[in-house]
């Protein structure tokens, strides 16, 4: 149990497009979804934490407008990379909190590595 | 915020040694995470303490979570390939709305043949 997927797995798109990057837990609801933003040999950085039915709420330094967040469902939460530029090239994993585990226990997906030529 | 120091940063052990791994803290966290990534894939959930003073063991791992729940200890027996990996210990503060996880820097874990 406990599964969750992310779509694309990897995408490379040109500056100044825009990329959107779904996070779907497939076996649990999840009422909040976390976005971790990672750079080689790094640890996870929070980006923003994502509530159903809710704005998101972005962490401090995080472009609200630039990365914009939606959690339309109790499985999926997306995030869209808007006007993207080499800089935001980088490895984007989500995560979901199962409402009926722990309340820290946060599920990863596999991640998307997103390049910004 | 709520910093989680992690070390060593890197540890390279041949196979069948053990190995511990450090995660402490000056702030106590309601709970604490130890998870392991590979590259390009997403962390794994290796287990959560939540009490003072806890020790769990899965398999060759054990792991304890300090009596003032601020630091955490990750210790691995006769270490195989497989271990290899980015270990992060991930701790949720107290009065947390959304259960939002502080991760330290991770340990880097290679363990050859």
């Known amino acids: 149990g406990a599964v969750v997927s992310q779509h694309p797995s990897w995408v490379i798109c040109k500056s100044g497009t825009s990329v959107k990057i779904e996070c779907r837990s497939l076996?649990?609801?999840?009422?909040?979804m976390f976005w971790y933003r990672q750079f080689p040999k790094q640890s996870l950085m929070l980006m923003a934490t994502s509530n159903e039915g809710s704005k998101a709420t972005y962490e401090q330094g995080v472009e609200k407008d630039k990365f914009l967040i939606n959690h339309a469902s109790l499985t999926l939460s997306t995030l869209t990379v808007t006007s993207a530029h080499p800089e935001d090239s980088s490895f984007y994993i989500c995560?979901?909190?199962?409402?009926?585990?722990?309340?820290?226990?946060?599920?990863f997906g596999p991640g998307t590595r997103l390049t910004v030529t | 915020t709520q910093l989680l120091e992690q070390s060593p940063q890197f540890l390279s052990i041949q196979e069948g040694e053990n190995l511990t791994v450090y995660c402490n803290s000056s702030s106590v966290f309601s709970s604490l995470q130890w998870y392991r990534q590979e590259p390009g894939e997403g962390p794994v959930l290796l287990v959560t303490v939540v009490t003072g003073g806890e020790v769990k063991k899965l398999k060759r791992l054990t792991f304890q979570f300090g009596d003032a729940r601020k630091d955490s200890s990750l210790h691995i027996t006769a270490a195989q390939p497989g271990d290899t990996g980015l270990y992060l210990c991930?701790?949720?503060?107290?009065?947390?709305?959304?259960?939002?996880?502080?991760f330290g820097a991770g340990t880097q874990v290679v363990v050859t043949p």
């Open positions: 076996d649990f609801q999840a009422t909040t």
């Open positions: 991930a701790g949720g503060a107290e009065r947390d709305s959304w259960g939002k996880l502080q």
């Open positions: 995560s979901a909190r199962d409402r009926l585990a722990g309340f820290y226990e946060q599920y």
